[in-house]
């Protein structure tokens, strides 16, 4: 260990391990030492005692986890939260989003990024994957709020191959920024919005690039069957038809994927990912979710995400963790399936895979980023603790994280925001409200028809 004082020093914290069977485990009365963004080590408290540091924290009553990564969400719809109440998704997308979506302007989604990066540091996030329009404002977002991001511009055929062209524009240009903090991923929206020779394109520039690919697919059952009627294949097999399944590729929801889906899948050349997000599913009233065990079984990770928060209402991942878990239980009928380690395998090391960071974040070990959040279970609703996985995810709110920490970076310490004023930008964004939301002019920036 270097002489040098030490970045960053934690003692008395509980340690959320994995040990190399990927077991979870909790290291009690432990200290992390972090150095240059970096964990140097997970110690005793004892053994801390006499490290210098430039800055410590004393967690004695805390909790230590890796901090929790949102792998599918629109940060700036933010903005839109609690517009298109109560209506399926037909109507969501068509009455109320892509109406609204074409007022957007990058002053529009600057705010909304900023309110949606401001919740997530609150909520214990500190890594989210983006799929949305004016991504090099929310690039600057997260350069300026120390988040870590994996950004996509999202696009549709009906912008012609320039959309295409900006999306991968962005992710060349962004790729690697802020001191590493942002990666990127090309990012169509759906085999329902982007043709079959888009998405063949789309693969070929990804391997070209080494770059992944972020997109909507099977988001529901209604869209396999469509595509089934339509086309005589799944969107999964579409996906592969257009040579996407060979690329690094992240895939949103994947409620609709069914049986016929996962030799498919499990065949696939490139690395496979799918991100959940529990709480829309049931908000849309969908009859499926997301196949977990069946994707377990042939070895594809499965993220967890909250969506945008105008179909979810919330960026909060920790409440997704729970929902997965209560979720699952009640899809498979099965009170053994999807328990609290099996949740927080998915919060930590599944989702770090699923955004493409599997080495770097999703664990406290020597070596990884310091990506790390403090929890208090100090409250009456966390206590006694007779199993600690469990109290963390079915007890525990986002609102117990204390600290969230990013590359070593404080950015929320004791609950207080560092790095984003949020009520000048409520002040702001209300300001703006009212032209967001017209919908007179009756144009929308897309038709959904699955």
């Keep these: 260990m270097s002489h040098s004082p030490a970045d960053l020093l934690i003692t008395g914290c509980t340690v959320l391990v994995h040990d190399d069977q990927e077991r979870i485990g909790f290291e009690q009365d432990a200290a992390i030492v972090v150095r240059d963004g970096r964990v140097e080590s997970v110690t005793s408290a004892a053994d801390a005692v006499g490290l210098a540091a430039v800055e410590r924290i004393d967690a004695r009553g805390q909790v230590a986890l890796p901090g929790l990564i949102n792998c599918h969400t629109h940060a700036p719809m933010v903005a839109l939260r609690g517009l298109a109440e109560d209506l399926p998704t037909e109507e969501w997308f068509n009455d109320v989003v892509w109406p609204v979506e074409s007022n957007l302007t990058e002053k529009d989604v600057e705010l909304g990024a900023r309110l949606a990066c401001a919740e997530m540091i609150r909520a214990g996030v500190t890594c989210f994957a983006d799929h949305y329009f004016s991504m090099d404002t929310v690039a600057a977002v997260v350069t300026e ?51 079959d020779a888009d998405l063949a394109t789309t693969a070929q520039l990804a391997l070209e690039h080494g770059l992944p690919v972020h997109i909507h697919a099977a988001e529901n059952r209604d869209q396999t069957d469509t595509s089934l009627a339509r086309h005589d294949i799944t969107p999964i097999q579409l996906l592969d ?126 070596g990884c980023r310091a990506d790390l959040i ?77």
Aim: glycine share 10%.
């Design 374 to 450: 403090l929890v208090d279970l100090t409250g009456p609703h966390t206590q006694p603790v007779h199993d600690l996985a469990a109290t963390l995810v079915h007890s525990a709110r986002s609102a117990d994280v204390r600290t969230t920490i990013v590359d070593g970076r404080v950015l929320m310490r004791d609950r207080e925001l560092l790095t984003l004023d949020v009520p000048a930008v409520v002040r702001e964004l209300g300001e703006r409200l009212p032209g967001l939301v017209d919908r007179s002019h009756g144009r929308r920036i897309q038709e959904y028809d699955t």
């Design 241 to 366: 038809r257009a040579g996407l399944l060979a690329t690094d590729l992240l895939i949103a929801h994947g409620t609709g994927i069914i049986d016929r889906d996962l030799p498919v899948l499990e065949r696939a050349s490139g690395r496979i990912a799918v991100a959940t997000a529990p709480r829309g599913y049931l908000k849309f009233g969908w009859p499926d979710t997301t196949p977990i065990r069946a994707l377990r079984a042939i070895g594809i990770p499965v993220g967890l995400a909250t969506d945008g928060a105008a179909s979810n209402n919330s960026l909060d991942v920790w409440e997704s963790m729970a929902l997965t878990s209560l979720v699952q239980k009640s899809a498979e009928g099965d009170p053994r399936w999807l328990t609290s380690r099996q949740a927080l395998h998915h919060a930590t090391l599944q989702s770090a895979r699923a955004v493409g960071l599997g080495g770097s974040i999703g664990s406290i070990a020597v």
């Design 145 to 195: 709020c120390g988040m870590r991001a994996h950004l996509g511009e999202a696009y549709f055929s009906t912008q012609g191959p320039q959309g295409r062209e900006k999306s991968l524009e962005f992710a060349l240009r962004h790729r690697g920024t802020a001191g590493g903090r942002i990666t990127t991923a090309l990012a169509p929206h759906a085999p329902y919005t982007v043709t």
